[in-house]
């Protein structure tokens, strides 16, 4: 039973352009939330979606948009990169948006440069 | 709005010791906790959750927490440490409404030979 699967592992961008991260849920769950992780810190929630729609959002500008499809897999999309984006991007997925139940997946490292 | 705080940024022990992560929480409302815990360039695995019952929860790899409400704390331990519990340990809590953690800043574990 696959677990969470995210992609691209690892990821270098230059400041000002946009990054689109992917993410595929376990199987059986149907909620994906998408957290943030800076170096030295603990993960930062950016935001959920289910029933392919933002359900809550954490402190997180514009910038940062996300996607969920009809196949629950999520997009989350960065613009205008900052060299303060560089973070581990990490996807969780639940059921129902129980986030008791959440699994994690192994998360993309971003890299602005 | 709930917050967590991780008492300890490193902590480091000797291989057999015991060791307690300490956590501290906020929140006005009922809580759920959790321990998560991050190896080196993975992401996040759950050690252990309360959600209700009994105070005292047992995890994986032999890892316990005690739940205190008087003193909203979340404490970790484990009697006796392996080299391969070096990692980064994160407390977090989720409200009643199940919608998503918030972690705290993160303890390393430092397993000293």
């Known amino acids: 039973d696959a677990g969470v699967t995210q992609s691209p592992t690892h990821l270098i961008k230059t400041r000002g352009q946009q990054v689109t991260l992917r993410c595929s849920p376990k199987?059986?769950?149907?909620?994906v939330s998408w957290y943030q992780q800076a170096l030295g810190q603990g993960p930062q929630f950016i935001f959920q979606?289910?029933?392919?729609?933002?359900?809550q959002r954490g402190n997180f500008p514009d910038r940062f948009s996300g996607h969920q499809f009809p196949n629950y897999s999520s997009e989350l999309n960065v613009n205008a990169l900052l060299l303060g984006d560089s973070a581990l991007y990490l996807c969780?997925?639940?059921?129902?948006?129980?986030?008791?139940?959440?699994?994690f997946g192994s998360g993309t490292r971003l890299t602005v440069v | 709005a709930q917050s967590v705080t991780q008492l300890d940024s490193q902590v480091p022990v000797f291989e057999e010791a015991p060791v307690e992560l300490r956590c501290n929480y906020s929140?006005?409302?009922?809580?759920?906790l959790f321990w998560y815990v991050q190896y080196p360039n993975q992401g996040l695995q759950l050690l252990l959750k309360?959600?209700?019952?009994?105070?005292l929860v047992k995890g994986i790899n032999g890892f316990e927490a005690e739940f205190n409400k008087s003193q909203t704390s979340f404490h970790l331990r484990k009697p006796s440490v392996h080299i391969s519990d070096t990692a980064e340990y994160f407390c977090?809590?989720?409200?009643?409404?199940?919608?998503?953690?918030?972690f705290g800043k993160g303890t390393r574990l430092h397993i000293l030979p």
């Open positions: 977090a809590v989720s409200d009643n409404r199940d919608d998503k953690i918030i």
């Open positions: 199987s059986g769950h149907d909620t």
């Open positions: 929140s006005s409302v009922s809580v759920y």
């Open positions: 969780a997925s639940s059921l129902r948006r129980g986030a008791s139940g959440y699994t």
């Open positions: 309360y959600l209700s019952g009994s105070t």
């Open positions: 979606y289910y029933e392919e729609e933002e359900r």
